[in-house]
Nanobody, 125 residues
């Protein structure tokens, strides 16, 4: 059964770190791209980062590329998003999503058809 489950969210102070996990089941990570998105209250869902399962090539939103890092653990069927030096504007619900088979890494939500339920990240002092 196809499933993506996010975890690792929580409350973190500005400048702090958090690691989000997207654990998948029901498909082979090496055949798809996985992306992380976030949605702040009242705003559209935006693409943060993505990774291609076959070669681990990555892409980042400009505002996070020097602070966030995406990676894959194939043995654990998990895609991670490491958040460092977080800012209040990083607050939102973070979702992971799966692309179509063999699709390239893109940050547009319309390119992803399977989604997790999200995990809340709140950056506040």
């Amino acid at each position: 059964q196809l499933q993506l489950v996010e975890s690792g969210g929580g409350l973190v102070q500005p400048g702090g770190s958090l690691r989000l996990s997207c654990t998948i089941s029901g498909f082979d990570l090496q055949l798809y791209s996985i992306a992380w998105f976030r949605q702040a209250p009242g705003k559209d869902r935006e693409g943060i980062s993505c990774i291609v399962g076959s070669d681990e090539s990555t892409k980042y939103l400009d505002s996070v590329k020097d602070r966030f890092s995406i990676s894959i653990n194939y043995g654990a069927n998990t895609v991670y998003l490491q958040l460092d030096r977080v800012l209040p504007e990083d607050t939102g619900v973070y979702f992971c999503a799966r692309s179509a088979r063999f699709a390239l890494c893109e940050l547009s939500p319309s390119r992803y058809g399977a989604w997790g339920r999200g995990t809340q990240v709140t950056v506040s002092s």
